[in-house]
């Protein structure tokens, strides 16, 4: 079982930053990949970014490459999320996944564990 918090959402104007963060307990952290997605209103939930085992790989959303920066410190359990340059389409509730599988998956399904959300508003 892993239990995930994410956190660092708020509203934030047109080219602006927030960074995300989302820490993990429970199981042997360091051995899973992790993801970003996020949902908007009347949207299905969205693949945003993924990192692998020790940040060996990283996968982004093609809107947010670039702008979206995915990381990991398994020596504190957390992943991060770092978002510049960011857009009104960008609002949404962002989740933090965890996938008990090496390699990436940019689908829902992929993911065994999701942490509650945190909303990103970004205003124009």
């Known amino acids: 079982q892993v239990q995930l918090v994410e956190s660092g959402g708020g509203l934030v104007q047109a080219g602006g930053s927030l960074k995300l963060s989302c820490a993990a307990s429970?199981?042997?952290?360091?051995?899973?990949?992790m993801g970003w997605f996020r949902q908007a209103p009347g949207n299905q939930r969205e693949f945003v970014a993924a990192?692998?085992?020790?940040?060996?790989?990283?996968l982004y959303k093609d809107s947010v490459k670039g702008r979206f920066t995915i990381s990991r410190d398994d020596a504190k359990n957390m992943v991060y999320l770092q978002m510049n340059g960011l857009k009104p389409e960008d609002t949404a509730v962002y989740y933090c996944?965890?996938?008990?599988?090496?390699?990436?998956?940019?689908?829902?399904?992929?993911?065994?564990?999701w942490g509650q959300g945190t909303q990103v508003t970004v205003s124009s």
């Open positions: 990192i692998t085992w020790r940040g060996l790989k990283t």
């Open positions: 996944a965890v996938r008990n599988a090496m390699i990436i998956s940019t689908q829902v399904s992929g993911y065994d564990y």
């Open positions: 429970g199981r042997t952290f360091s051995m899973y990949t």
